[in-house]
C-alpha cells in the first residue's frame, strides 16, 4: 500500500491512503502542539487492534459474543535499548468459553499480520527518486522482474514466454503509461496454489487478483489481467468519463464509430448483425435510446459502437459499448504473449463460464476424476491433501460433459458451517485446467473465508434463478443443487486432451463453438503494447440476461446523474421534478446512488452510502414536506444500515418532525432534552433541515465537474493516461 505523506502547521503530518487520511502531531515537550498521536502511538496501537480483530473474526465465525471479550497491550521497554521492546498482549475471557475457544482465539491472535510482520524483521529501503508517482516498479515484488534481466526462465504451459519475461514486459507497458502498481496482498495456505490483489497506487479502484502454482505465475496472472481490464476499459465500465473526455475526439478508442437512432428511435442499421438483433432484440422492444453510453452520458452524438470481427467470414460488426457493459462484464477478454495465447485463455475462460453455467442450472451431477488420473499431477494433490488436513472434503470432477469442453471442476466442503463451493477452470490441456480450478477455489481466500460458502439446496428455482450465475461470476458466492453431489453421475469420464500449439489450440476452441452452432466476434487490442482479444459470444457467453438492456440498463443514469450531483443548486421546481421522476422510474429504494449514476463517491462519506431512499427524504425536507419526509424516516430507521451518527440524525429528525406535525407540541419545549439526547450538532443540522437552513445534511456540494470528489476524480485521471496513449498512438490531439 503505498502512503503519501503531507507536511502541514508546525510539527503536524498527514499521511493519505486509498480514501483515508491520519493526522500525526508531537507532545508539546516535544514542541509539538499536542493535538494527535505521534506517529509511534499509531504503530503501537495497530498491533493491538489487529489482534483484537482477529479474535474476533474468530469470534464472529462461531457466533461468540465480544461483549464480555477484553484485549489490552503493554509495551515493555528495555532500559539498556529502547528499540528493544517486548509487546505483552493480554486477553480477558469469559469464564463460561470452552477451553477449546480459548484456544482457538489465542491461535487467531498468533496471526496478527502486524505481529507477524515485525517479526519477520521487514527490510527498509531509503532511497532518492526523480518523481514518487512515476515510479511505477517500485511497489512490484523487485526480484520477479529484476530476474527477467538475469536471463533466468521459469517457462509454464499455454505461454509463450518465460514467466520473468512477461513479468518485465507486462510491467514496462503499465510503467510507460505512468501507472504505479503496488501488491496489496499475497495468499498461499496451501503447497502449490498462490494468489494475490495488485491495484493502481494512486486509483486503489482498478485492481485485478492474480492466480498460479507459483508466485511468479500469480504475478504474472494479475499482471496480465490488469492489462486486459485497462485494454478492454473494464476498469471504468458503467462509470462517468468527465465533462473533458466525453467532448473529446473518441470517448472509448479512436476507431469508434458514433450511429444516430432512426427517426422513431429505432436501432440504427449501422450496428449488429441480423444474427445478433435476433439473440438481443427478439421482442423487438430494443430502441435506440436504450443503447446510449453510460461513459460520456452524449446523447446527442449518438450510440457510440465498437468494431468486432465476425469470426465466420471475417466482417466487421459494430457493437455498442452499452451492450458490451451491460451484459458481459469481464467475460471473453484476455492479455498474452501473442495473441493466440490470449484467444486461448479469452476462449477458455468463455467455456469455463458457460458450462458452469449449464451444470448448476441442469442440476448435473458430474464424474469424479480417477486417483490414478490425479496422480500423473502430484503438485495438484498436494494441495488437495492439504485441504483435507484442514478439515476440508475436496471432490475433483471432470466438467467436459463427456469430453465435449475442455472444463475440470473442484469442490470443497465445509462440514463446520455445510456450505460448498464449486470452483471451475478450463484450459485445453487437463493439468492446466485442474490447477485452475484449484487456485480459482482458494485465489484471495484464507481458511476463515470458507466459512462464509452458502449451503447446497434442492430448490430446482434458486439454482437456475438468473441472479444466482451472476453471483457465481462475480465471486462464486452463488448456491448449487445437492443433485451435483449424487453418486450417480449424469455423464461418463472423460481423460480429454485438446492441447497442442496456442495457434492450434485456439482453432481448436473457435471450433467448438462453431460446431455447436454458435458465432464469435472478436476484437483485438495493441495499442498498449501487448495483444489483448475481448470475444463476444452472443447468446452464450453473457453474464447478465439480455432483457435487462430494456430493463435494467446502466444507463438510466443519463436521465438523474446532472441532477443529482447539482443538487444543491436545484430550485424547488427543478427538485419536485426530480422527486416525481424518481418514483415513476420505479427503481429499487434501496438502490445507492452511487450505482446509479456511475459516480464513484469517496468512502465513509454520506454520499458514498446515500440509497435513493434517503435522497427522496432529503428532497421531501427541502421541500418542507413533512408529511412525506416522516414516513421516509420512518422506513429508513426500520431499513437503515447506515452509519450510527446518520441513523442517530433520523431518529432526532423523527422526533422533530412529529412534534412539528402536531399542533399541540411546541418544539421549543423539547429543544433542551433533544440537544442532550443527539448532541448540538446533531440537532442544529435536523431543526435546520426542518426550518430550511440546512439543505440536504451530510451531502457536500459538487456539479459535473466532480469537484470534492476525489475518488472518482482520481479514476479518471487513470482513465486519461489510457486515453492519452491511445491518441498519441493514432496520432490524434488529446
Given amino acids: 500500500m503505498e502512503i503519501k505523506v503531507n507536511y502541514l502547521d508546525n510539527l503536524r503530518q498527514e499521511a493519505r491512503f486509498d480514501d483515508f487520511s491520519v493526522i500525526t502531531d508531537q507532545p508539546i515537550r516535544y514542541k509539538g502542539d499536542g493535538s494527535a498521536p505521534g506517529p509511534f502511538d499509531y504503530f503501537l496501537a495497530s498491533s493491538a487492534l489487529c489482534a483484537a480483530y482477529f479474535a474476533r473474526v474468530y469470534c464472529n465465525a462461531r457466533d461468540i459474543p465480544t461483549e464480555n471479550i477484553r484485549l489490552s497491550q503493554n509495551n515493555i521497554v528495555d532500559p539498556e535499548n529502547r528499540y528493544n521492546q517486548i509487546f505483552r498482549i493480554q486477553v480477558e475471557l469469559p469464564n463460561d468459553l470452552s477451553d477449546k475457544d480459548r484456544e482457538g482465539i489465542l491461535r487467531s491472535i498468533e496471526r496478527c499480520s502486524v505481529k507477524r510482520v515485525i517479526q519477520n524483521n521487514p527490510e527498509f529501503r531509503i532511497e532518492v527518486v526523480d518523481n514518487i508517482d512515476e515510479d511505477a516498479q517500485a511497489l512490484l515484488m523487485g526480484t520477479s522482474v529484476k530476474n527477467g534481466a538475469e536471463g533466468e526462465s521459469t517457462w509454464i504451459e499455454g505461454k509463450d514466454l518465460p514467466l520473468e519475461q512477461t513479468i518485465a514486459n507486462m510491467t514496462g507497458i503499465l510503467e510507460e503509461l505512468g501507472m504505479k502498481i503496488e501488491i496489496a496482498s499475497w495468499r498461499n495456505i496451501v503447497p502449490h496454489v498462490w494468489s494475490l490483489h495488485i491495484r493502481d497506487a494512486a486509483s486503489p479502484m482498478c485492481f485485478t487478483n492474480g492466480k498460479g502454482a507459483t508466485k511468479e505465475a500469480a504475478l504474472c496472472s494479475a499482471l496480465g489481467e490488469f492489462i486486459e481490464r485497462l485494454s478492454c476499459n473494464f476498469f471504468y465500465n458503467d462509470q462517468f468519463f468527465g465533462e473533458e473526455i466525453a467532448n473529446s475526439a473518441f470517448v472509448h478508442y479512436p476507431h469508434e464509430e458514433w450511429f444516430q437512432p432512426g427517426p422513431n428511435d429505432e436501432l440504427p442499421a449501422g450496428i449488429l448483425d441480423d444474427h445478433c438483433r435476433a439473440i438481443f432484440d427478439p421482442d423487438g422492444e430494443l430502441r435506440g435510446s436504450h443503447l446510449f453510453d453510460t461513459n460520456s452520458g452524449k446523447v446527442e452524438r449518438g450510440i457510440v459502437s465498437l468494431p468486432f470481427v465476425r469470426q465466420s467470414d471475417g466482417e466487421t460488426v459494430y457493437f455498442p459499448s452499452n451492450l458490451i457493459e451491460n451484459l458481459y462484464l469481464s467475460n471473453g477478454m484476455s492479455a498474452g504473449n501473442t495473441l493466440a495465447e490470449a484467444q486461448v485463455q479469452c476462449l477458455s475462460e468463455i467455456f469455463e463460464r458457460a458450462v458452469k453455467k449449464r451444470i448448476i442450472e441442469e442440476e448435473i451431477a458430474l464424474p469424479d476424476v480417477p486417483e490414478a488420473v490425479l496422480a500423473k499431477y502430484p503438485g495438484i494433490v498436494e494441495g488437495l491433501e492439504a485441504?483435507?488436513?484442514?478439515?476440508?472434503?475436496?471432490?475433483?470432477?471432470?466438467?467436459?460433459?463427456?469430453?465435449?469442453?475442455?472444463?475440470?471442476?473442484?469442490?470443497?466442503?465445509?462440514?463446520?458451517?455445510?456450505?460448498?463451493?464449486?470452483?471451475?477452470?478450463?484450459?485445453?490441456?487437463?493439468?492446466?485446467?485442474?490447477?485452475?480450478?484449484?487456485?480459482?477455489?482458494?485465489?484471495?481466500?484464507?481458511?476463515?473465508?470458507?466459512?462464509?460458502?452458502?449451503?447446497?439446496?434442492?430448490?430446482?428455482?434458486?439454482?437456475?434463478?438468473?441472479?444466482?450465475?451472476?453471483?457465481?461470476?462475480?465471486?462464486?458466492?452463488?448456491?448449487?443443487?445437492?443433485?451435483?453431489?449424487?453418486?450417480?453421475?449424469?455423464?461418463?469420464?472423460?481423460?480429454?486432451?485438446?492441447?497442442?500449439?496456442?495457434?492450434?489450440?485456439?482453432?481448436?476452441?473457435?471450433?467448438?463453438?462453431?460446431?455447436?452452432?454458435?458465432?464469435?466476434?472478436?476484437?483485438?487490442?495493441?495499442?498498449?503494447?501487448?495483444?489483448?482479444?475481448?470475444?463476444?459470444?452472443?447468446?452464450?457467453?453473457?453474464?447478465?440476461?439480455?432483457?435487462?438492456?430494456?430493463?435494467?440498463?446502466?444507463?438510466?443514469?443519463?436521465?438523474?446523474?446532472?441532477?443529482?450531483?447539482?443538487?444543491?443548486?436545484?430550485?424547488?421546481?427543478?427538485?419536485?421534478?426530480?422527486?416525481?421522476?424518481?418514483?415513476?422510474?420505479?427503481?429499487?429504494?434501496?438502490?445507492?446512488?452511487?450505482?446509479?449514476?456511475?459516480?464513484?463517491?469517496?468512502?465513509?462519506?454520506?454520499?458514498?452510502?446515500?440509497?435513493?431512499?434517503?435522497?427522496?427524504?432529503?428532497?421531501?425536507?427541502?421541500?418542507?414536506?413533512?408529511?412525506?419526509?416522516?414516513?421516509?424516516?420512518?422506513?429508513?430507521?426500520?431499513?437503515?444500515?447506515?452509519?450510527?451518527?446518520?441513523?442517530?440524525?433520523?431518529?432526532?429528525?423523527?422526533?422533530?418532525?412529529?412534534?412539528?406535525?402536531?399542533?399541540?407540541?411546541?418544539?421549543?419545549?423539547?429543544?433542551?432534552?433533544?440537544?442532550?439526547?443527539?448532541?448540538?450538532?446533531?440537532?442544529?443540522?435536523?431543526?435546520?433541515?426542518?426550518?430550511?437552513?440546512?439543505?440536504?445534511?451530510?451531502?457536500?456540494?459538487?456539479?459535473?465537474?466532480?469537484?470534492?470528489?476525489?475518488?472518482?476524480?482520481?479514476?479518471?485521471?487513470?482513465?486519461?493516461?489510457?486515453?492519452?496513449?491511445?491518441?498519441?498512438?493514432?496520432?490524434?490531439?488529446?
Avoid at 505 to 510: G, N, P, S, T, Y
Fill in 387 to 734: 485441504l483435507e488436513v484442514q478439515g476440508f472434503p475436496v471432490l475433483v470432477k471432470d466438467a467436459s460433459l463427456g469430453g465435449q469442453f475442455p472444463v475440470a471442476c473442484v469442490t470443497l466442503m465445509n462440514p463446520r458451517t455445510g456450505g460448498v463451493f464449486a470452483s471451475f477452470g478450463a484450459h485445453p490441456s487437463f493439468e492446466v485446467a485442474l490447477e485452475r480450478s484449484l487456485t480459482e477455489l482458494l485465489q484471495g481466500r484464507s481458511f476463515e473465508g470458507l466459512n462464509d460458502l452458502p449451503p447446497p439446496t434442492f430448490n430446482s428455482q434458486a439454482v437456475a434463478e438468473p441472479n444466482n450465475y451472476v453471483e457465481h461470476f462475480i465471486d462464486s458466492s452463488g448456491v448449487i443443487s445437492w443433485r451435483f453431489f449424487s453418486a450417480k453421475q449424469d455423464v461418463e469420464f472423460c481423460e480429454w486432451d485438446f492441447s497442442g500449439t496456442n495457434e492450434e489450440e485456439a482453432a481448436r476452441l473457435f471450433q467448438i463453438l462453431a460446431d455447436e452452432g454458435l458465432e464469435a466476434y472478436m476484437a483485438v487490442h495493441e495499442d498498449l503494447g501487448a495483444p489483448v482479444c475481448r470475444i463476444l459470444v452472443p447468446g452464450y457467453s453473457e453474464v447478465y440476461p439480455v432483457e435487462d438492456l430494456v430493463w435494467d440498463n446502466t444507463n438510466t443514469a443519463l436521465a438523474f446523474r446532472e441532477d443529482i450531483l447539482n443538487l444543491h443548486s436545484l430550485d424547488d421546481a427543478q427538485l419536485a421534478d426530480l422527486l416525481e421522476r424518481l418514483e415513476e422510474s420505479a427503481l429499487d429504494e434501496q438502490m445507492k446512488v452511487v450505482t446509479l449514476i456511475g459516480i464513484e463517491f469517496d468512502d465513509n462519506t454520506v454520499w458514498s452510502e446515500l440509497t435513493l431512499q434517503e435522497l427522496k427524504l432529503l428532497i421531501h425536507l427541502a421541500l418542507q414536506q413533512f408529511e412525506e419526509a416522516l414516513d421516509r424516516v420512518e422506513m429508513f430507521l426500520q431499513f437503515n444500515d447506515n452509519t450510527v451518527a446518520r441513523g442517530l440524525f433520523y431518529q432526532a429528525m423523527q422526533a422533530v418532525l412529529e412534534i412539528t406535525l402536531d399542533d399541540e407540541l411546541a418544539l421549543d419545549d423539547y429543544l433542551y432534552n433533544l440537544r442532550r439526547m443527539f448532541g448540538d450538532e446533531t440537532m442544529h443540522a435536523v431543526v435546520g433541515s426542518v426550518t430550511g437552513e440546512v439543505r440536504f445534511h451530510g451531502l457536500t456540494p459538487t456539479s459535473m465537474t466532480l469537484e470534492g470528489i476525489d475518488r472518482h476524480q482520481r479514476l479518471i485521471e487513470s482513465y486519461k493516461k489510457l486515453h492519452a496513449a491511445r491518441a498519441a498512438r493514432a496520432g490524434m490531439a488529446v
